[in-house]
């Protein structure tokens, strides 16, 4: 498995896998990205010219996706439209992306016999409540809340059947909530990072106790790589790593992260269908695989993610004005 596609690669979580096989492994890699709004380019900067190729399309292009397939040993999914506050004001996209586009990527997969890995979220399996103490595993029913999540547990669906109908080579993960450098600002962490560099209070949803349980994305990288590797074909992977936190907390430690008050933030407008919990038994791809996370230190990848954030204002400043007026417009 020398040559990998990476579907979405100019996005948060499929950048870092890309910078992760760059510098962790001889394989060569091919980003295929629409470059939506969520699409950076100065997320793939200085990559070894010889080993890293940048193409620009759409994973809905049948005829450019499986043209590349034949390309490559192996495909791995990264491309969405991932932010579930965007799927509650314009839904149309995440069906487009996240149900034809991996259609068509299992049809280029089918035809080409080459190994496909499917990206996907713990969303799918709906919420859990606070003090319950069971935690998501590969046997929980599906519950998907929002269209985001409801998109994402269709392309599951699709993957699960080609297999199986098809004998399609492939492997699924659902992963905790990621963080790290190269978030788009829409989304919780960086969105409060950026907001407190402006100036401005962080906004907390609710009463702000949801718990997310949160991953540091270069751990969500090696787990991808380990499945690749050693997954068995057909089979679904949960990864974690025991990170589940309140939104309140986040914040706290953010705001300690940055020298001001615990309580130095805003409740705002709660999300319509937020989910309250999630949680994950990642047990199997320890027992099976052998994989464990390395980023145990919630503080320490919060204060680095901080500091990433306050030295490449260059990468996120482009992005912040949108975002901030897509909440404005909701009063978030
Ligand atoms: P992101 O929004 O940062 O990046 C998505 C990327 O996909 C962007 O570069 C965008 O340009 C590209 N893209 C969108 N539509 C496309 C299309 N039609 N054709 C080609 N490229 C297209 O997303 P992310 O947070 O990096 O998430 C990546 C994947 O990981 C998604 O599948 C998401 O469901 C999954 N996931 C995310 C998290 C998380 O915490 N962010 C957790 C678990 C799983
Ligand atoms: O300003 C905010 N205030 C706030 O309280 C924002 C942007 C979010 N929140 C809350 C909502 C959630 O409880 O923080 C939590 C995290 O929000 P998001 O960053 O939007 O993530 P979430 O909705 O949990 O989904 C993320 O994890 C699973 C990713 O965006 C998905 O792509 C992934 O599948």
Redesign the pocket.
Known sequence: MDKLLVTGGAGFIGSDFVHYILENTDKSVTVLDKLTYAGSLASLKDLPADRFRFVQGDICDAELVTGLFAEHDAVVHYA?E????NSLSGPAPFVQTNLVGTFTLLEAARATGVRFHHI????VYGDLELDDPERFTEHTPYNPS?P??ST?AGSDLLVRAWVRSFGVAATISN????YGPRQHV????P??ITNLIDGVR?????D?R???DWIHADDHSSAVLRILERGRIGETYLIGADGEKS?RD??EIILQAMGRPADDYDL?TD?PG??LR?AIDWSKLRDELDWEPTYRDFGAGIAATVAWYQENEEWWRPQKAEAEAK?ATVG?
Not at 82 to 85: A, I, P, R, T
Request: charged share 25%; glycine share 4%; aromatic share 12%.
């Open positions: 969405a991932s932010h579930n506050d996907s979220t713990d969303e929002s985001y999540s994402k992963c905790s909530n990621n829409e989304k919780f962490i969105r409060q962080p906004r907390l949803y609710g702000g949801n718990v997310r939104n986040v914040v705002v999300r937020h989910d999630y909440y978030q």
